[in-house]
């Protein structure tokens, strides 16, 4: 399989990291093509690629993690499409074992990152939080929603691209995406070193973030998860207020027909978001036909 895989690194002036990693990935993987795509650096990350004899792509500007992710997809020659950070807190030994997955059978295989690996416990406590939450969503376990190392066969994944944020929750919109779709994931468990350099994620600003994108992809791929509960909710309100006012005053108000109406019109965007979701895989599937 290291014949039909390429390596795909977002990278952001990530020159000092990069010379140390492509090495290490050219001596393991001599086969495999690797192509660093600069998401507008200052600094020599391209040149850094060029000479070390990688595919290197450049972004004018920074247009994010994401939209470099996108760039690689499309570039990659290979079946098999491993993506990973170019800081280096992630191993090249663990990607055999990535590609292992893949021959099995699955079709997304993400590197799970065990407690430790998280820089610090408000980290460790919101990653936790939205992989309950993710999971919750899409019905399937999620151990690791927003790792950026993780192998994808190629031909699926590029169906997902124009789903794809430009930011650093691609992992997010496409973990939910090929669980909805129906394609096999598997988790290995990792363990992430310490990155060189400054983070580029922001905990409250980007968290806030994730935590969005996670109800919009639900609402979208999931959707009758995201609107049966709030329409029970309403439902649950409404009539415990009706309860409450009928033992009190033996009289109906406004209210809590305002939230019976309110769980029934919730209810059925919920049925139609199901039809529109539907519908949006059709084209998906009809490709696997072809």
């Given at each position: 399989?290291?014949?039909?895989?390429?390596?795909?690194?977002?990278?952001?002036?990530?020159?000092?990291?990069?010379?140390?990693?492509?090495?290490?990935?050219?001596?393991?993987?001599?086969?495999?093509?690797?192509?660093?795509?600069?998401?507008?650096?200052?600094?020599?990350?391209?040149?850094?690629?060029?000479?070390?004899?990688?595919?290197?792509?450049?972004?004018?500007?920074?247009?994010?993690?994401?939209?470099?992710?996108?760039?690689?997809?499309?570039?990659?020659?290979?079946?098999?499409?491993?993506?990973?950070?170019?800081?280096?807190?992630?191993?090249?030994?663990?990607?055999?074992?990535?590609?292992?997955?893949?021959?099995?059978?699955?079709?997304?295989?993400?590197?799970?990152?065990?407690?430790?690996?998280?820089?610090?416990?408000?980290?460790?406590?919101?990653?936790?939080?939205?992989?309950?939450?993710?999971?919750?969503?899409?019905?399937?376990?999620?151990?690791?929603?927003?790792?950026?190392?993780?192998?994808?066969?190629?031909?699926?994944?590029?169906?997902?691209?124009?789903?794809?944020?430009?930011?650093?929750?691609?992992?997010?919109?496409?973990?939910?995406?090929?669980?909805?779709?129906?394609?096999?994931?598997?988790?290995?468990?990792?363990?992430?070193?310490?990155?060189?350099?400054?983070?580029?994620?922001?905990?409250?600003?980007?968290?806030?973030?994730?935590?969005?994108?996670?109800?919009?992809?639900?609402?979208?791929?999931?959707?009758?998860?995201?609107?049966?509960?709030i329409s029970a909710f309403l439902f649950s309100s409404g009539a415990g207020l009706y309860a409450y006012n009928y033992y009190t005053q033996a009289r109906f108000t406004?209210?809590?027909?305002?939230?019976?109406?309110?769980?029934?019109?919730?209810?059925?965007?919920?049925?139609?978001?199901?039809q529109v979701s539907s519908l949006h895989y059709r084209g998906i599937e009809d490709s696997d036909g072809k």
């Amino acid at each position: 399989m290291t014949s039909t895989f390429s390596i795909v690194l977002p990278a952001h002036n990530e020159a000092v990291n990069l010379p140390i990693l492509l090495r290490r990935l050219k001596q393991q993987f001599r086969d495999a093509e690797i192509v660093v795509v600069d998401d507008g650096s200052g600094d020599k990350t391209s040149e850094v690629a060029i000479h070390e004899g990688v595919m290197s792509i450049r972004h004018p500007r920074r247009l994010g993690n994401g939209a470099a992710i996108k760039t690689g997809a499309r570039h990659a020659k290979g079946e098999i499409v491993v993506f990973m950070d170019a800081d280096g807190q992630h191993d090249p030994a663990d990607i055999p074992r990535l590609l292992e997955k893949i021959a099995e059978g699955y079709y997304m295989v993400v590197g799970a990152r065990t407690g430790r690996s998280h820089a610090s416990f408000g980290r460790r406590i919101a990653n936790g939080f939205y992989n309950r939450l993710a999971s919750i969503m899409t019905g399937y376990r999620i151990l690791d929603l927003t790792s950026g190392f993780r192998a994808v066969r190629a031909k699926e994944f590029r169906k997902f691209l124009y789903l794809l944020p430009n930011g650093f929750s691609y992992p997010t919109t496409s973990t939910m995406a090929f669980f909805r779709a129906g394609y096999p994931v598997a988790y290995v468990p990792i363990t992430a070193g310490k990155r060189s350099g400054k983070s580029k994620i922001r905990l409250l600003r980007d968290g806030a973030r994730f935590f969005l994108i996670i109800m919009k992809i639900g609402a979208l791929f999931s959707p009758m998860r995201f609107f049966l509960p709030i329409s029970a909710f309403l439902f649950s309100s409404g009539a415990g207020l009706y309860a409450y006012n009928y033992y009190t005053q033996a009289r109906f108000t406004n209210m809590s027909l305002l939230l019976f109406m309110s769980a029934l019109f919730t209810f059925l965007i919920g049925i139609v978001s199901e039809q529109v979701s539907s519908l949006h895989y059709r084209g998906i599937e009809d490709s696997d036909g072809k």
